[in-house]
């Protein structure tokens, strides 16, 4: 029997507003709701049963609907680990997160960033550390961090990506792109691990914005990075090979094939 | 910058004195005319078209090595037959590093192809000669005189043009970069040869290589190459040196000669195994007589053939030593390498003595395992 809920799963079950952060991301399977109850201390689901119409569900619903935003289809998700915290310990507690509201939702694996969420300023060190870090690990796992992010596009073609995500150091959109979404994601000439993701291996190019589907903004700051750490040899890349005629730099007996030198 | 180079092409149409075009270099940002004909006169007032900015100042500067081939020529030396034949046959042909995979924008499909045994004799043969061309060495040569020669003088010519020096060079197609003219008339009315700095410049306006910048790389620098060596980045370093200079500028010669320095203290030699460099990199220790890492890391391995290989250079291209003349038998590696060490390397270091030693007693150990496998057999048979 399926649970029948009007929740999307793309944004977590928020808690009640006195419930400290970070919130866990809830990832329940349909049929088993209750394993999310484990996780979750406040919101107490009952075992097989078919309500989910408590006070905190009817909030996400009506947030929902204000948002206007389609739902996604179901999807079977596990439950997961307090991720949130994790990441704390990597920057150190140094921002300050704004109570009864997450800073980023954990959502599927990959954080996404709400609509007029005020974007922290990551120091490009704290960037370096998160990218080695278990939090980073766990959300993105091995892949690039624009794999997994599918673009909201109206028709079936497009050339060219939003012009930006961020508008006045505000996140202005709803589905950010993929180095937007995540404010530890800092776009640096030293931030050589990020970079190498979006550099072709065979082509040593960087990606188009059609493939990794980051705004133009993000695809500018990425060209600009990527041209000064191939300056300064952080990224080592395969380099033309010069030829070289010989005609040019010694005379013609010494080009002779059994030319020998004999010191006088 | 290079948007501003590019209309100038495009705005000048003809040739000027027998096809030289000429470029201002200027101190101060200034304006620059294109040149109509030979009989237009110029006025700095009447200048229209595009600024050109004088070029920027990072105050970076290339870094510095005192090791480079400025007073005896090692140009005979290097192209020396014999010579040549022990570099290539140190350097090696590894296939699976020569002909790896390059992201340099080609990208094509792999082929599989069917051979007949003469077909594939006549591919590998084809590998050989195409693996021979990429593993061509850069040039060895002298280091181009800082002094640059005066052609003429023409007093006439004073004051013609009060803040600029012109600069014609020779654009015809076919002509090599450091066989280029590029001469500058200075506002003192005399005319000289470019130095190194406009060379530099003007090849690089005229014919833009890929690769080459047009300013002073970081890379290049004291404050990073360090870091880039230390993570054992050394045929990254040099192709990128062999792009951005030519090999007789002091430039090149010193950042190549770092880069020897840093790899020989680490001795990690095997990193330009089979690729252009290595040649080139032994020539340079052999040179300078810094032999004793390259001995004590070989040696050590066991490997006393490429050490035997490495005296002989050395014998050859310092042909009136000591150990040229005390060399009887070249073709017993082990006296050869006995040779060396009894004369070049009792006072300078112990530890290619030990490594010799060393060396000495894992041939005895390899010898007496292939004995003793020997009369297994023998016994058996």
């Known amino acids: ?264 | 910058m290079a948007l501003l180079e590019r209309t100038f092409f495009s705005l000048t149409s003809k040739l000027n004195f027998k096809g030289m075009r000429h470029i201002l270099i200027p101190d101060t940002p200034t304006i620059v005319i294109p040149v109509r004909g030979a009989k237009q006169k110029y006025h700095p007032d009447s200048f229209i078209g595009f600024r050109v900015e004088p070029r920027e100042n990072h105050n970076r500067q290339y870094v510095s090595h005192p090791l480079i081939y400025k007073d005896a020529d090692p140009a005979p030396r290097f192209m020396d037959a014999r010579v040549r034949a022990i570099l290539k046959d140190l350097t090696g042909c590894d296939h699976s590093k020569v002909f790896r995979h390059r992201a340099l924008l080609s990208i094509s499909a792999p082929e599989i192809v069917f051979f007949t045994d003469e077909q594939l004799k006549i591919a590998q043969n084809d590998a050989k000669i195409k693996a021979d061309k990429l593993l061509s060495m850069p040039p060895v040569v002298k280091v181009r005189a800082e002094e640059v020669q005066d052609i003429s003088f023409d007093p006439a010519l004073q004051g013609i043009m009060p803040n600029f020096k012109i600069v014609f060079t020779d654009i015809s197609l076919g002509i090599p970069d450091n066989k280029r003219i590029i001469v500058v008339r200075e506002n003192s009315g005399k005319l000289r040869h470019a130095n190194g700095a406009e060379r530099q410049r003007m090849n690089e306006i005229y014919n833009p290589r890929k690769g080459r910048k047009h300013y002073v790389s970081e890379l290049f620098t004291a404050k990073c190459l360090p870091d880039v060596l230390a993570r054992g980045q050394y045929e990254f370093v040099l192709d990128r040196a062999c792009l951005q200079f030519e090999p007789d500028e002091p430039e090149y010669q010193s950042v190549v000669a770092y880069v020897y320095e840093a790899l020989d203290k680490k001795q990690h030699y095997d990193s330009l195994l089979s690729t252009r460099h290595y040649g080139p990199m032994l020539f340079f220790l052999v040179w300078h007589k810094c032999l004793n890492n390259f001995l004590e890391h070989h040696l050590m391995a066991g490997r006393l053939d490429v050490a035997s290989q490495v005296v002989k250079l050395y014998c050859l291209l310092h042909q009136k030593s000591d150990v040229a003349k005390a060399m009887t038998d070249f073709r017993d590696p082990m006296h050869v390498v006995q040779t060396f060490v009894s004369l070049e390397c009792m006072d300078t270091s112990a530890r290619v003595q030990l490594a010799l030693k060393q060396c000495k007693e894992l041939l005895r150990s390899q010898q007496q395992v292939e004995q003793n496998v020997a009369a297994a057999l023998g016994q058996s048979s």
């Open chain 1, 1 to 264: 029997m399926a649970f029948v809920t009007r929740i999307s799963w793309r944004l977590p079950i928020r808690l009640s507003s006195d419930c400290k952060l970070p919130p866990v991301l809830h990832r329940a399977h349909s049929k088993n709701l209750h394993s999310c109850s484990s996780s979750c201390s406040s919101v107490e689901l009952p075992n097989q049963t078919q309500v989910i119409r408590t006070p905190h569900v009817q909030l996400v619903t009506r947030q929902l609907n204000f948002q206007g935003r389609r739902l996604q289809s179901l999807r079977l998700i596990s439950s997961s680990t307090c991720l949130r915290q994790e990441s704390d310990e990597e920057n150190g507690g140094e921002e300050e997160k704004p109570e009864g509201r997450p800073v980023l939702d954990l959502v599927d694996g990959v954080r996404l960033a709400v609509r007029n969420h005020k974007v922290l300023e990551i120091p490009v060190d704290v960037s370096i550390r998160y990218m080695k870090s278990e939090a980073y690990k766990s959300t993105y796992g091995d892949e690039p961090v624009w794999k997994k992010y599918r673009r909201n596009n109206p028709g079936q073609y497009f050339d060219l990506t939003r012009p930006a995500c961020i508008l006045g150091g505000v996140l202005a959109r709803a589905s950010a792109c993929p180095i937007c979404r995540d404010d530890y994601l800092v776009v640096d000439y030293r931030n050589v691990e990020l970079l190498k993701q979006f550099i072709s291996p065979q082509s040593g190019q960087q990606y188009f914005m059609k493939k990794t589907c980051v705004c133009q903004r993000a695809f500018r700051y990425l060209e600009v990075a990527i041209e000064r750490a191939k300056d300064m040899g952080l990224l080592v890349h395969d380099v033309p090979i010069r030829r070289y005629d010989y005609r040019n730099f010694y005379p013609p007996e010494l080009l002779q094939s059994n030319y020998t030198y004999v010191e006088q």
